[in-house]
């Protein structure tokens, strides 16, 4: 078996580690941040970059975005998904799979299944490149990060 993983998690954005055993439900999602103009998806590493977005877009923009960590991706937490969906009426999904073919393209029809009619833009996918593995020397390249989101974000916002 071969199991490959981003190297940059190895030395990305460090968080506490509790003393006592954490858990969570499986196939709930959890919003990390509240905002009312958009909705930022995102889920294991890319949850730091959608945080690090709705920074600049508060900071830059003056506009306040909400995060949603899917925490699992089956079970997938369609009410939550939806729900922001339809709150806030506009959608930025951002993974590091290729773009074709992986969880963001469910993600994305969960959201259209849900809130289609509420939404007043497409939804915006931030993902790896449709390219085979890259491997350590281009893995930063591949991956999307904050600068390619806000662009999504600001996009997604002016439409």
Same mark, same amino acid.
């Given at each position: 078996?071969?199991?490959?993983?981003?190297?940059?998690?190895?030395?990305?954005?460090?968080?506490?580690?509790?003393?006592?055993?954490?858990?969570?439900?499986?196939?709930?999602?959890?919003?990390?941040?509240?905002?009312?103009?958009?909705?930022?998806?995102?889920?294991?590493?890319?949850?730091?970059?959608?945080?690090?977005?709705?920074?600049?877009?508060?900071?830059?923009?003056?506009?306040?975005?909400?995060?949603?960590?899917?925490?699992?991706?089956?079970?997938?937490?369609? #009410?939550?998904?939806?729900? %922001?969906?339809?709150?806030?009426?506009?959608?930025?999904?951002?993974?590091?799979?290729?773009?074709? !073919?992986? %969880?963001?393209? #469910?993600?994305?029809?969960?959201?259209?299944?849900?809130?289609?009619? %509420?939404?007043?833009?497409?939804?915006?996918?931030?993902?790896?490149?449709?390219?085979? !593995?890259?491997?350590? %020397?281009? #893995?930063?390249?591949?991956?999307?990060?904050?600068?390619?989101?806000l662009a999504a974000a600001r996009e997604t916002l002016a439409f």
């Amino acid at each position: 078996m071969i199991f490959f993983e981003p190297k940059a998690l190895y030395h990305g954005a460090p968080e506490e580690v509790p003393d006592e055993r954490e858990g969570f439900p499986l196939g709930r999602a959890r919003v990390r941040r509240e905002g009312g103009a958009l909705t930022l998806v995102a889920y294991d590493a890319m949850v730091h970059v959608a945080m690090e977005t709705a920074d600049h877009l508060r900071a830059e923009d003056g506009v306040e975005a909400a995060v949603v960590d899917v925490l699992t991706i089956s079970p997938l937490d369609r #009410e939550i998904l939806a729900g %922001s969906a339809r709150k806030r009426r506009r959608v930025v999904v951002i993974h590091e799979a290729p773009k074709s !073919f992986g %969880s963001g393209p #469910e993600i994305a029809t969960s959201i259209m299944e849900g809130a289609f009619l %509420s939404l007043q833009a497409p939804i915006a996918r931030v993902t790896g490149h449709d390219v085979p !593995f890259v491997g350590f %020397s281009r #893995e930063q390249a591949n991956l999307p990060d904050v600068a390619r989101t806000l662009a999504a974000a600001r996009e997604t916002l002016a439409f």
